[in-house]
């Protein structure tokens, strides 16, 4: 008989034909300690002692728990060391930079808790940590990977400095706003902050997550996971909505807008309502120039994960057209659970120029990478 | 396009009430005095949903010299019943009493509400049904006012606003559920909300066109929490109606929830089946507004996507603003598909339609 | 087709997985309560490593709030998306709707409500001989 028993090679020689751009990654920290580093003294005593508050009931773990270990990362992408997935650079470029010719990973750092920290002073600091944290660990040693400025949005001054301190700094590609704030994107009491992104040319990366401390739908608080993922989707379509109809990209036109981690298919229907019920209502918002569906198309882009799938594989492509070939970028989400691989996602063959634009053109273009 | 020539069965409608007094002579006496004691009476309890004004919700030709829209039974019959040659018109009360805090208030006069669309409506115009106007901060009151009105044949459905204080799926709704089950009523989730959240979780918006807009994501929402609870698994008979949700936002979220549930299942275990299995099976969708896309392509594409000839219910929202003229069916549907949405679909959905005719023949 | 031997039948402890290349095949061979089962190591959603997945139960409810755990380690997880497969037929646990194009019938099991999916994992046959867990590919 045949004794033959061999090892597993995991083969990391694979070459996507694409090079693709990725317009969502996300690093990790291997303890919080890591950010002490890029702290002051001051912050780093706050820090480990009444550690980040944000608005919700537990201090340290998700209002909806995940269902896989490491708040929802995928299982394999455990490094060797046995740290959080994303947290180590070799194993992040085994798995994803190297293994699929990555021309650029845009960074989303959804740790430290900026974002969404209430002591508006440690929010700024801690932004401020994790923009120099992201350079040292990740930017620096492999320049593919693209910073995102965190800023704590409540914070109007702090946050408007920062992102003039890091302008022209191209290390960074794009600014990260939480989607849920306290208020809607779009309220002018979050222009000055939008207006710095535009006048130092940084597109706004809306990177879905988090709480602001409201329920997460309209009509309550869910109970599960299984309805906090979907309602991500509603989140998006708000900011969409507050967005175009306080007329930010009347007063910004040249603002680009990246919705990240969202999906897409629901964009076209949101412009078809968004246009009907305006033509009935339109003297409430007379600054509106041109119908709302006209500033999505100008103003926004989506990526791609997590990959919709339509029943009919065939339907993705007209709502590709209908979204705009122009407006979808690809992205992988890497190490989360629901990330999506770049040779599989698509469930329906591309026409090769919407290839070449989803998967690295229109990055290019919104990026101004070189 | 013109729906006349089917007789349609329109499905939702709002007559309106221009402040309380009118409710006055059909509350009960307690009531009565502990309103006028109060000068409530003289309150207009409109909904923030629907500010009656609002170029939406009052299409100007169906606006009367005085008074709100939809105030008049004269006027829905000269603008809606008798244009559109109605077969049945289900009238769906948009009022603030649904949301009051006080549940007893809000129940006595949800019961008022039901005894005045009985009286003023119901019984002057043999086309005419409604929907149960319940307490919506309290399930078992309302579970009580469902049983007492069910007893009328003409009354068809219980009437909810689409967001409430807690997700409609919750464990705390289903002695109504229960309830609507038993008697084969419908639940209509109206759009609308008792502005205890914010639209979203991202805050509360600046303007009512945002509100409104934000209303398609608010049934997602609202779907979601009843298939995540079980609602369909614990009334499977239970069928669910949106009413004025828009229609294709549907698609795109038909394929996320499935996409979702075969990773998350295992969180709610009693999800058995795919998710759009269950809504094709159990939800309808009123036809107004459709949120039309801009060509009839489009709307071919995402008819065949909804993947069901049986989910679409006509339906003018009169007095709302969706549509000019007699124009009440959207463009571009399959000849084949019309009749159904116009009369087979809202029969099949509301057993007691037919019924009720029967019913008022036999007291003839 | 050959036969090949992946392992000594200690080596695979029950719960676990052993994951061997064959003809440039990632196979993943899992003793279930000592009963071997072969799973090609590639999910049919969108090829992540399956056999790097989670070995649970299959978690039922036959009504809401009612929780029952069966079938205790006889399920695999993707490891990426979380789809659930039977680790001895390869069947995954989700419904297939009416619209896909499919190539299995959709069988229902007797005393069981689940239809299965047409993502079945790929499997490979197994047999265990003498000491030795023996593939055929």
Not at chain 1, 226 to 243: F, G, I, K
Not at chain 2, 302 to 308: T, V
Not at chain 3, 94 to 100: A, F, L, T
Not at chain 3, 107 to 112: A, N, R, T
Request: with cysteine.
């Amino acid at each position: 008989m045949n004794v033959t028993l061999l090892n597993p090679q995991i083969d990391t020689s694979y070459q996507s034909h694409l090079g693709f751009i990725d317009c969502d990654v996300h690093p990790y920290f291997k303890s919080p300690a890591e950010f002490d580093e890029f702290l002051p003294q001051k912050w780093r005593e706050h820090r480990a002692s009444i550690g980040g508050r944000s608005r919700q009931g537990l201090a340290k773990a998700s209002n909806y728990p995940r269902m896989s270990p490491g708040v929802g990362q995928r299982m394999d992408a455990w490094p060797p060391d046995g740290s959080h997935p994303g947290s180590d650079l070799p194993f992040m470029q085994l798995q994803l930079l190297d293994k699929f010719n990555v021309a650029y990973g845009l960074l989303a750092p959804l740790v430290g808790g900026s974002a969404a920290e209430r002591n508006i002073d440690f929010g700024a600091a801690m932004a401020t940590a994790v923009n120099d944290w992201q350079l040292a660990r990740f930017c620096d040693p492999d320049p593919r990977l693209k910073g995102a400025v965190q800023i704590n949005i409540e914070h109007q001054q702090a946050a408007i400095a920062e992102i003039e301190a890091r302008a022209g700094d191209r290390r960074f590609a794009q600014v990260n706003i939480p989607p849920r704030s306290i208020e809607p994107l779009g309220r002018r009491r979050y222009w000055p902050i939008l207006e710095a992104c535009a006048a130092n040319n940084f597109p706004v990366s809306l990177h879905l997550g988090g709480t602001a401390g409201h329920a997460s739908t309209g009509g309550g608080v869910v109970s599960f996971y299984h309805d906090e993922h979907p309602s991500y989707v509603q989140s998006m379509a708000a900011l969409v909505t507050s967005l175009v109809c306080e007329g930010v990209f009347e007063h910004l036109p040249n603002l680009k807008v990246v919705l990240v981690e969202g999906g897409f298919a629901w964009l076209p229907a949101l412009c078809w309502r968004l246009d009907n019920t305006w033509k009935a209502l339109k003297a409430e918002v007379p600054f509106l120039r041109q119908k709302p569906s006209e500033y999505v198309r100008q103003n926004i882009w989506v990526t791609t994960q997590p990959i919709e799938e339509p029943e009919r594989p065939a339907d993705m492509l007209s709502t590709l057209e209908w979204i705009g070939i122009d407006r979808v970028m690809f992205s992988t989400d890497y190490p989360h659970w629901d990330q999506d691989d770049p040779r599989f996602a698509f469930k329906v063959p591309l026409p090769e120029d919407w290839k070449r634009k989803i998967y690295h053109d229109n990055a290019m273009a919104v990026y101004g990478f070189e | 396009m013109d729906p006349s020539p089917f007789q349609p069965i329109d499905c939702d409608l709002h007559p309106a009430i221009p402040t309380t007094r009118v409710l006055l002579p059909y509350l009960d006496a307690y009531w009565r005095e502990h309103i006028t004691r109060r000068g409530l009476e003289a309150d207009n309890l409109e909904l923030s949903s629907f500010p009656a004004n609002a170029p939406l919700n009052a299409r100007a030709d169906w606006r009367p010299e005085r008074g709100p829209a939809g105030a008049d039974i004269a006027l829905l019959r000269q603008h809606v019943l008798d244009t559109f040659h109605t077969r049945y018109a289900i009238l769906n009360v948009l009022n603030g009493a649904q949301i009051l805090h006080s549940e007893d208030l809000s129940a006595a006069l949800c019961r008022g509400i039901n005894r005045w669309i009985a009286a003023e409506w119901l019984d002057r115009d043999p086309r005419l049904r409604a929907s149960i106007t319940v307490p919506i901060r309290s399930p078992e009151l309302a579970a009580e006012e469902v049983e007492r009105c069910a007893e009328d044949k003409r009354f068809v459905q219980v009437l909810l606003l689409s967001q409430a204080e807690m997700p409609l799926g919750r464990r705390q709704y289903w002695p109504l559920y229960r309830v609507a089950e038993k008697l084969g009523l419908p639940i209509g989730i109206h759009a609308g909300s008792a502005q205890l959240h914010p639209p979203s979780a991202t805050g509360w918006f600046s303007y009512y066109l945002e509100d409104y807009v934000q209303q398609a994501q608010g049934f997602a929402g609202t779907l979601n929490s009843m298939l995540t609870e079980g609602v369909f698994v614990k009334f499977p008979k239970l069928k669910v109606v949106l009413i004025e949700s828009g229609v294709t936002w549907l698609p795109a979220y038909l394929w996320r929830i499935n996409k979702t549930w075969r990773g998350v299942r295992a969180e709610t275990p009693w999800q058995e089946r795919m998710p759009s299995e269950v809504i094709r099976e159990n939800v309808r969708l009123t036809t107004q507004p459709f949120d039309a896309p801009d060509t009839v392509s489009q709307v071919k594409t995402i008819l065949e996507e909804i993947g069901s000839d049986q989910m679409l219910l006509f339906s003018t929202d009169y007095p709302h603003w969706h549509f000019d003229g007699a124009d009440a069916v959207p463009e571009g549907l399959p000849p084949d598909l019309i009749r159904k949405i116009l009369v087979d679909n809202p029969l099949e959905t509301y057993p007691r339609l037919a019924q009720s005719d029967i019913a008022q023949s036999d007291l003839a | 087709m050959s036969r090949h031997i992946v392992a000594s039948v200690e080596e695979i402890a029950p719960g676990t997985c052993k994951v061997v290349t064959i003809k440039g095949r990632e196979i993943g061979v899992f003793n279930v309560n000592n009963e071997f089962f072969a799973l090609i190591n590639r999910c049919p959603h969108q090829g992540a490593p399956l056999c790097q997945g989670a070995i649970v139960s299959r978690l039922v409810a036959p009504s809401p709030g009612d929780y029952r755990l069966e079938r205790s380690g006889e399920m695999l997880r993707c490891p990426w998306h979380c789809w659930e497969f039977d680790i001895r037929t390869g069947q995954s646990w989700c419904d297939p709707g009416s619209v896909h194009a499919r190539t299995y019938a959709c069988d229902v099991e007797p005393g069981e409500a689940l239809a299965k999916g047409p993502f079945a994992a790929e499997t490979v046959p197994v047999e265990v001989e003498q000491k030795y867990v023996v593939v055929t590919v």
